[in-house]
């Protein structure tokens, strides 16, 4: 659990300084729109929300919520990725803003499910009865 806890927050860490700095790795070049250059930052994006949820969850039993959870943490990470982008270059396309609202939406549908099914609030507290 330990090893499972500390390789998520390195995932975490670094996604957020290559979501940040994408050039930091490999240097392709300047991009051709600022929509490409916002697409560059996404996957560190992806793998910082893998690393957030790797932290947040350590069993996956029941697999629903656990694939909840893997959803909504995945859309914080690209969300994370894709707003820093806008900010670092640039807010002209509608289309990002188009996938910012598709990711926030998706994110709300596996929080909401969470929610329901009364798990938002503490995944793995031992103390608390899973929801049937």
């Given at each position: 659990m330990r090893v499972l806890r500390s390789?998520?927050?390195?995932?975490?860490?670094a996604g957020v300084v290559l979501a940040?700095?994408?050039?930091?790795?490999?240097?392709?070049?300047?991009?051709?729109?600022?929509?490409?250059a916002i697409e560059r930052r996404i996957p560190y994006?992806?793998?910082a929300g893998l690393g957030a949820f790797l932290v947040a969850r350590t069993r996956l039993k029941p697999l629903l919520t656990s694939l909840a959870w893997l959803v909504l943490?995945?859309?914080i990470g690209l969300l994370f990725a894709r707003v820093t982008g806008l900010a670092l270059d640039g807010a002209d396309s509608g289309?990002?803003?188009?996938?910012v609202g598709v990711e926030a939406a998706i994110g709300l549908v596996a929080g909401g499910y969470l929610?329901?099914?009364?798990?938002?609030?503490s995944a793995d507290s031992p103390t608390r009865e899973p929801a049937v």
């Amino acid at each position: 659990m330990r090893v499972l806890r500390s390789l998520g927050l390195l995932l975490v860490v670094a996604g957020v300084v290559l979501a940040a700095a994408p050039t930091l790795i490999t240097d392709p070049g300047p991009a051709a729109t600022s929509f490409d250059a916002i697409e560059r930052r996404i996957p560190y994006g992806a793998i910082a929300g893998l690393g957030a949820f790797l932290v947040a969850r350590t069993r996956l039993k029941p697999l629903l919520t656990s694939l909840a959870w893997l959803v909504l943490w995945a859309m914080i990470g690209l969300l994370f990725a894709r707003v820093t982008g806008l900010a670092l270059d640039g807010a002209d396309s509608g289309k990002q803003w188009m996938w910012v609202g598709v990711e926030a939406a998706i994110g709300l549908v596996a929080g909401g499910y969470l929610w329901r099914r009364g798990t938002a609030d503490s995944a793995d507290s031992p103390t608390r009865e899973p929801a049937v």
